[in-house]
Every structure is written in C-alpha cells, then in structure tokens.
C-alpha cells in the first residue's frame, strides 16, 4: 500500500502547479483521498478532499476557486490543480487515504511560491 505525491516545484505568484497522488496496493474506490499541507513553522491545515465514490468534493475557504481536484479511477491517481498560488501556499502537500479505519498517507511534496 503506497500513496505517491508529485508536482511540487517553485512557481511564482499567480503561476500554476498540479499535483498528483498516485496509489499503489489498492484501489481508489472506496477510499476518500485528501490533500493536507503544512507550512513551516505551521500546523498542518486541510486542503481538499475528494469522494472517489461519488465524486463529491470539498475545500478550505482559502482555496475555494483557486483549487480543483480531481480523479482518475482507471490510473488510481487523484489530482489537485493549483491556480493563482500566492507565497503563503508554500508548504509541504501530503496526499492521504482514509475510509472506515484505515489511513494511508504519502511522503509529501513541496510548493514553494515565489512572491
């Protein structure tokens, strides 16, 4: 069972990044994935999840509008775009799965956002 984050980088204000959260050892239904970050010095904050049942989403107000995610049940991959990223977006982003009991989290990959 492994979860699989990518597409950190350095961008600038304003710019773009998606990341990915590619599972392995186990399907996406019926897991709900969600993205966590934190910051330095920060605690870490609840970005968005995603039902990969039906769909459904949610966001942290900060990120609604900016933040999209999304899946792809046929590549087990759950995807956040990030637009119009401002500097106090960096931080590390952890991908996670949860349902019922059972929680499996990524090793995290870093957004850093130039201003």
């Known amino acids: 069972v492994q979860l699989q984050a990518s597409g950190g980088g350095l961008v600038q204000s304003g710019g773009s990044l998606r990341l990915s959260c590619a599972l392995s050892?186990?399907?996406?239904?019926?897991?709900?994935i969600g993205w966590v970050r934190q910051a330095p010095g920060k605690e870490r904050e609840g970005v968005s999840c995603i039902s990969t049942s039906d769909g459904s989403t949610n966001y942290a107000d900060s990120m609604k509008g900016r933040f999209t995610i999304s899946r792809d049940n046929a590549k087990n991959t759950v995807y956040l775009q990030m637009n119009s990223l401002k500097p106090e977006d960096t931080a590390v982003y952890y991908c996670k799965a949860y349902w019922i009991d059972r929680n499996y989290w990524g090793q995290g990959t870093q957004v850093t956002v130039s201003s």
């Open positions: 050892g186990f399907p996406l239904d019926p897991y709900a």
